[in-house]
């Protein structure tokens, strides 16, 4: 699976979003250390804070599956569903990658056709609140 790849998977994603008050549709690929891959869409609703990212959709999908060890994500998203410029991943997002994804996990960003960004954790959320930080019982 190739970096276009998992980019081409996330515009697709962009299909199912279920967006009837912002219009905007998001797409996320997530790769897993097992070599699977799971997408997700953005799901609104009408009370709002409920709404979910793409990036929670493709994650939680993934963990609900017994996944815990991912590679890379690839997002898109854009009014309408047309991409116009980068659309990072939310910090709530951000927090949920903090639980599973280590410092060299790769946020892949869709600027465009055939153009995206790519970042590592450690740059989008450096001193994440994470997993260590919480004494187990
Ligand atoms: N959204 C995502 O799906 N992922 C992000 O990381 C940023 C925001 C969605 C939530 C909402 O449905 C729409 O984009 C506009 O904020």
Redesign the pocket.
């Known amino acids: 699976m190739t970096n276009e790849e998992l980019c081409t998977l996330a515009v697709k994603a962009m299909e199912n979003?279920y967006?009837p008050?912002?219009g905007?549709?998001?797409g996320?690929a997530l790769l897993t250390k097992s070599g699977k891959i799971y997408t997700g869409?953005?799901?609104?609703n009408a009370s709002y804070s409920p709404?979910?990212?793409?990036?929670?959709?493709a994650i939680f999908k993934a963990v609900s599956e017994g996944e815990r060890e991912f590679l890379k994500i690839a997002?898109s998203?854009g009014k309408n569903g047309e991409i116009a410029g980068e659309?990072?991943?939310?910090g709530?997002?951000r927090q949920v990658m903090a639980e599973f994804c280590g410092a060299d996990f790769e946020i892949l960003v869709v600027k465009g056709e055939n153009s995206f960004m790519k970042y590592k954790f450690s740059e989008i959320l450096p001193f994440s609140f994470n997993p260590k930080h919480i004494k187990k019982v």
């Open positions: 979003a967006v008050y912002s905007y549709k998001v996320a869409c953005n799901i609104e709404t979910v990212c793409a990036e929670r959709t997002v998203g659309f990072p991943p939310c709530v997002c």
